[in-house]
C-alpha cells in the first residue's frame, strides 16, 4: 500500500522495538540509512513473554492508551526585545526528547524474564518503529518482497529512532483499568516518513 492518503484516527497505530539477539553496535546503527534498512528489521514478531531474541525480530508494546507528539520539537525561544511590541524569537539549544507512553498495565508483558521487561533500564539502544495506521493490517511485520503481507495490506507510514527503555512507574486505577507510564528516552532524530508498499 502507499502512505495514508485520507482524513481518519490513527486507531491502530503501533509501537514496535527491534529485538536483536545480540544489541546492535554504534557502527551498525550508523549504517542504517534508508527504508530497506530499517524495514528488514521487521522481518518477524514475537511476543515479550517467552519469546526469543533474534535477528530481524521484534515485539510490539501492546496496549498503548496515549501516543505523544511523534517529530522533532520546536526549539525556539521568545526573547524581549527592548522598545518593541513583540519579542524576537530565536533557536535554542535542542535537546534529545524523550516520550512517554500510557499503555494499560498488564503485568505479565513487563515482568523480569521477559523481552520487554529485560529491556527496561538496561542501557541498550534499540531501533523502534511507529507504524501510524488507520486501518487494522493483516501483521505488523514489513514485507520488503513489495507483496501484501503484513504492514503492506493497509495504508501506513512508518518512523524509527534510536531509544532506550529507561522506565515504567505504574498507575493503580481504582475504578478503570490498571495502567503504566513507559518513559523512552530518544537517541537519534526521527527516521521517515517510510511506507511499506504492496
Known amino acids: 500500500m502507499s502512505h ?15 529485538m ?3 544489541p546492535l553496535s554504534s ?3 550508523s549504517a542504517l540509512e534508508d527504508e530497506d534498512d530499517f524495514q528488514a528489521l521487521y522481518a518477524s514478531p514475537i511476543e515479550s513473554i517467552g519469546g526469543t531474541a533474534a535477528t530481524n525480530a521484534f515485539v510490539r508494546i501492546k496496549n498503548i492508551r496515549e ?5 522533532t520539537p520546536p526549539n525556539v525561544v521568545n526573547v524581549p526585545l527592548y522598545g518593541s511590541k513583540t519579542s524576537q524569537q530565536i533557536q535554542g539549544q535542542a535537546d534529545a526528547p524523550s516520550m512517554e507512553l500510557t499503555v494499560n498495565y498488564v503485568a505479565a508483558e513487563w515482568a ?3 523481552l520487554l521487561g529485560d529491556a527496561m533500564g538496561d542501557g541498550t539502544q534499540y531501533v523502534f518503529r511507529v507504524s501510524l495506521l488507520n486501518a487494522e493490517p493483516d501483521g505488523y511485520e514489513s514485507d520488503t518482497t513489495g507483496g501484501a503481507a503484513g504492514l503492506g495490506s493497509v495504508e501506513n507510514s512508518q518512523y524509527y529512532f534510536y531509544g532506550k527503555i529507561e522506565a515504567l512507574q505504574v498507575n493503580p486505577q481504582l475504578t478503570d483499568a490498571n495502567t503504566a507510564t513507559i518513559t523512552v528516552t530518544m537517541q ?7 511506507t511499506t508498499n504492496a
Not at 482524513?7 to 491502530?12: D, M, N, R, V, Y
Not at 501516543?67 to 517529530?71: K, T
Request: glycine share 14%.
Open 20 to 22: 536483536p539477539l545480540t
Open 188 to 194: 537519534s532524530e526521527f527516521f521517515g516518513a517510510f
Open 112 to 114: 523480569d524474564g521477559t
Open 4 to 18: 495514508i492518503t485520507s482524513i481518519g484516527a490513527g486507531l491502530f497505530t503501533d509501537l514496535s522495538v527491534h
Open 67 to 71: 501516543f505523544p507528539p511523534l517529530g
Open 27 to 29: 557502527a551498525a546503527l
